[in-house]
Structures are given as C-alpha cells and as structure tokens.
C-alpha cells in the first residue's frame, strides 16, 4: 500500500524538518494551488475528494468548507482557520504521532485550508501536556516563516497567513469546536448553541473553519494529486488512507495508517499481532471511548463510516479500544462514565448531574452493591441521556454509547455481579487487594 | 522578586514588568482585553508555579474584567493551578486504555512511593500527583508524564526505579508491597 500520511514517517519516528519535506515532494501541493488554482478549484477538489473530517464526525470537509461566506457575500474582517490538536478521546493517539513526526505536513494542510476559505489568521489549538509537539510544530513555523511560506505575500502568490501554535489550558471538552473556540477567546469552553455554525460566526463572531489534525494532513496530497486519485486509495466506499490504532492487551499495540475499509479483523490481527497470549476478544469500541461495543461478529467488517454506522456504532476516532475476557465489561464501562461524568463542562443538567448519578450505578453494579432495578435505571438514563437534543452538546450522548452497547451485550456481566454480589473478575480483585492493601497499611 | 520589578495595584497585588510585558503582548491578537485571560494565567503560572488570588486578582484587573470571571475561567482549566504545586506535577492517565493495561495497580504503588493521592503534594514538595484525560499514548500504556517527560510502559519496577530518590518518611511505609 501507498503510504500518503506517513510517508515521512520511519521506524526511528524522528521529526522531518522543512529541507526533508521539501525533498520528498513537501509543499509542492501548496505551489500548485497558489500558482494554478482558486480558492473555489481547491474547494471543489476537496468535495470530488469525498474526504471526510477524521476527528470523529466524520463530516464531509469539501461541504463544511462550503458554508463559509466567501468574496462579497463576507462581510470585511478576519476569517479563521483553526486546527483540533486537542487529542484527548480516550483511547485517541493518532494526532500526536502526525504532529511529532511531520509537522510540515499538518502546517501545509492549514496554509491550503485557509487560503480554499480565506482566512488570514490560522491557530493549532492543541492540548498543552503534547510538549513534543509544541515544539516541533513551534520550529517548523519558524522555517515557513523564514522561508516565505508563512506570513505577507506566500510565495509571491498575494496570499498571507498568520499561524499561531496555541497551547490549551486543558479539558476534553475542549475538542468540541465551538468549546475550542470560546477557549481560544479566553472563556470556559462551553460548547455554543448551533446555529449559528461556526463557519458563519465562529472566533470573534467572523467566520471560522476547525478541522481535526488528520483531516488537514490529507489535504496537501489530495490537491497536489487530485481527487480521483485519493478515491483509489481506499479498499471500500469511503476514500483516502486513514490512521488506524489498537490499543489494549494485544501483542502488538501501535497506529497505523492503513486503506480506508480495511477489515477490522486485518487491523487486529495482522497489524495489532491479536490478543496476547491467553486472552480472548470479548469486544471493542472502533473509535474512541465515545463510540460503541462492537463483538467479534463484527471482525469481517470494513472501518469505513457507514458501514460501521449500520453495525450500530462510528468509526469515530478510528483507533480501536480492546476488551479481552479477563477485564471487566462493567469496570471498563464504569472508567469510561467516571472520565465523561468529570469532563463534563457542567454548562446543562442532563450531562452535569445525569453523569454522575450513572457513574454511581455502575460503581454500585461494580462493587457488588447493585439491585436488579438499577439495570432499569441504566436503560432509563441511557435513553435520556443518550438522546441528542436533550444535551447542549454530543459530549454526554456520546458517554451513553459505550454503556448501552454494553447492556445489549454483556448484560449477563452486569447480571452476574448483582447476583454475585461482587465483580467476578480476577483482575479487578487483584486491584481492590492491593488497594485495601494500601489502604490499611500505614 | 524585588521593589523595582513590581507595579503596585490598589489591592495590594502585583505583576512583575516581564508578566505584563508578555500579557501585553497577547493583548496585540485579540479585540477586547479579557480575551487574553488564559494566556494570562498561564504567563504567571509559568512564573510563580501557580495562580494565588492575589495573582488571578492582579491579571483581573490588568485585563479589567472581574476577579469572579477570572476565576470561572482559571478553575474551568485542569492545567491552572489554584493551588501550589510541587516542583514537578505528575499527570497520571487513568483512562480507559491504561486501566485495561492495569494503571490502578500502578497507581496505588505510585500513590504509596510517594506517600499521597490526587490532589497531594510531597512533604518535600518535589511531586504533586493529579489525574489527566487520556493522554494520547495509548500504544504504550500505562502512561504518566512527570513535569514534561512522558513516561510509557509503567510497571512498579519503574516506579521504584524513577523515584528512588524520595525519602522514605514522605512515603507510606505500609504501602510497600
């Protein structure tokens, strides 16, 4: 396979400077642009493309670019381009490895991203513990700066751009771009209310674009090769290559940038080596902490959006979280709530109190404290919860997927620690021992 | 600090020159002043290690908006400190991938070396420990960063190992396993 996102990216994963990237064809999608294309041409290439926005969504890039303003119908004044480095979705690692490795890459993405919508002022909002990162992408700007492919008059082409590497101050919910944005305006990062979308008053209240680190990292190649070309990348309907990660007790945990629509039984076992040795797969989340359950049924089929849409979860992030028989389903579930439950921005009661309340279910459920009827509460929560539209924002609905597909199922972990009044498996003793252990000790 | 470094405020607080001058220079990319305020808490925090009220009350007025809107947006943030740090923070991640690889075990030990939990600082102020959304690593849990080095592959040995250093009377003897 053609690899297109990490084709600078080695074993040793040592950072690629602007001399390494330029030689291996670096900017050379940026000079085309800026010598033969319009904006509009860049737009229309990115929407024949079908690139789909990789931080979760999965929206469509070409039509979000679309919706903003653009010539006369814009209003005077700055547009601006952000892009989410905030990797935080538990289970998430892909980002990272395309910002330590190849920051020129994701900093090309962004110059053609802001001059397809016409912003003039671009920021990385990327989580502040990615230090590595920081730095390199820090440096990088530097050589674009110093070069000319940052700042007035690119390249002789007219276009300017600012860029700013912008550190967050922490939270998940900051990944939520309109969170990101009243973050970058220095509030609490509340997600807004929708409309208006962010395309049309965003940062400032001018129009604004933010794009996940992987969705921009595809951008170079698709304009400097086309969009048929990218739509032969992928092994089933949706286009391009896509980074794929396993993590969990498996031989062979990594990220790997892989065809669109590989089958997730390839991505386990060929590439993640399978589960280590003595475990069996009991399950998996696809994509992230907020997408759910799938079981080994699932194996056959292909990571692309839809068809794991139709499989009754989402490719979300695209790096898959393993559960093996000898972890707890109800403990993994009950992690997952605690993390959500604390990283609610507490801005709507749903989210803000409903977490919590599921969250001590489950803790009942997981230290053998639990009623049958609690099984009914975590339904009734699930449907309340989980429904979109009673939330301000995905972040609690998408708490809700991971504990709905585990009561459809693993219902019979959660019936055996009721009726056994404790959790069944051994790992799980073995860390309470050594917590009384501490506990009791002194 | 001293006297010549200082601006005096009506409340008895103060920024050093070089922190207005680096809040200042923030103030250049955003429409109204109050739009800084992270930046501006973060520049102090870089100074001073952390945000005590006199400092989020010099920024507040610095930035002219209130002390209580400052602090809405100083304690929203799990990266500013309202409360004295240790000279290193440890950023455990027990999130979902650590927990399968079995950061709770790590955790209790790390918690007993060093003789607190989340939320505590060492006797000799050298770590305070605190918890982190996932911290993007997942290939290599369990993880942790220490100050700004990540550190993969955690098992107790390496705990033992990376803290060998601190005293035993700031740990919890009986927490040795």
Redo the contacts between chains.
């Keep these: 396979m053609e690899k297109v996102l990490t084709r600078n990216i080695g074993p040793e994963q040592t950072p690629t400077d602007l001399k390494a990237y330029e030689a291996n064809g670096g900017y050379q999608g940026l000079r085309k642009a800026l010598r033969e294309l319009s904006p509009k041409d860049c737009q229309a290439v990115i929407s024949d493309s079908n690139l789909r926005g990789r931080g979760g969504a999965g929206f469509p890039t070409g039509m979000k670019w679309s919706f903003v303003p653009m010539g006369d119908s814009c209003t005077p004044g700055h547009k601006y381009l952000v892009c989410n480095a905030d990797e935080m979705e538990p289970g998430a690692f892909k980002d990272r490895l395309l910002m330590e490795c190849d920051p020129h890459q994701l900093i090309e993405g962004m110059i053609l991203a802001a001059y397809t919508i016409g912003a003039d002022i671009s920021y990385v909002f990327i989580r502040g513990e990615y230090v590595v990162a920081i730095e390199r992408l820090r440096g990088a700007l530097a050589e674009c700066y110093a070069s000319g492919l940052l700042g007035e008059n690119i390249l002789g082409s007219g276009f300017s751009l600012e860029m700013y590497v912008h550190p967050s101050a922490g939270r998940y919910i900051c990944g939520e771009e309109t969170a990101l944005i009243n973050a970058l305006e220095g509030k609490r990062a509340n997600p807004r209310a929708k409309p208006p979308f962010p395309q049309v008053s965003g940062l400032w209240g001018r129009p604004t674009i933010v794009n996940n680190v992987e969705t921009l990292c595809n951008i170079p190649h698709i304009i400097d090769r086309g969009a048929d070309w990218y739509k032969t990348l992928g092994r089933g309907e949706d286009s391009g290559t896509k980074m794929f990660g396993v993590s969990g007790r498996v031989k062979n945990p990594g990220c790997w940038e892989l065809p669109m629509g590989t089958p997730i039984r390839e991505i386990l076992e060929v590439h993640a080596g399978g589960m280590q040795d003595g475990l069996q797969l009991r399950g998996f989340l696809p994509g992230g902490g907020s997408t759910d359950f799938l079981v080994p049924e699932h194996l056959d089929l292909a990571m692309d959006y839809n068809v794991i849409g139709k499989a009754g979860s989402r490719m979300g992030t695209g790096t898959l979280i393993i559960l093996d028989d000898q972890t707890c389903p109800v403990g993994m579930v009950l992690n997952l709530i605690r993390f959500f439950a604390h990283e609610s921005c507490g801005f709507c009661t749903p989210c803000r109190e409903g977490l919590p309340w599921t969250r001590q279910v489950l803790q009942d459920i997981e230290d053998g404290r639990g009623q049958l009827e609690d099984l009914e509460t975590l339904a009734y929560q699930v449907k309340y919860i989980g429904a979109m539209g009673n939330t301000h924002c995905a972040l609690a609905p998408g708490a809700m997927e991971p504990l709905q597909s585990a009561l459809k199922y693993f219902r019979d972990d959660f019936d055996r620690h009721i009726s056994g009044g404790c959790c069944p498996y051994e790992s799980y003793k073995a860390h309470q021992h050594q917590h009384q252990q501490i506990g009791t000790g002194a | 600090m001293n006297d010549a470094q200082m601006i005096q405020t009506d409340l008895g607080t103060v920024l050093t020159r070089e922190e207005i001058r680096q809040i200042d220079a923030e103030l250049a ?3 109204y002043k ?6 501006a ?2 520049i102090v925090q870089a100074q001073r290690g952390w945000v005590s009220d006199e400092s989020l009350r010099a920024i507040a007025k610095h930035l002219e908006m209130s002390a209580e809107e400052l602090d ?2 100083a304690t ?5 400190y309202r409360r004295p740090v240790g000279e290193k923070v440890i ?1 455990f991640c ?4 650590c ?4 950061c ?2 790590i955790k ?2 790390l ?2 070396k060093l003789g607190v939990d989340y939320g505590e600082t060492t006797a000799d102020n050298q770590y305070t420990l605190l918890p ?10 369990p993880v942790m ?1 220490v100050a ?1 080095d ?1 550190i993969t592959h955690l098992d107790e040995a390496k705990i033992d190992q990376l803290f060998a250093d601190v005293k035993a009377e700031d740990s ?4 040795e ?1």
Aim: with cysteine.
């Design positions: 990319h955003v429409p109050a739009g800084a305020a992270i930046d808490l973060k809405g947006v929203f943030y799990n990266l500013i950023l027990d999130s979902v991938s927990w399968i690889c079995g709770d075990a209790a030990k918690s007993a982190v959304p996932c911290l993007g690593a997942c290939d290599r849990a960063m700004d990540l919890v003897a009986g927490g396993q």
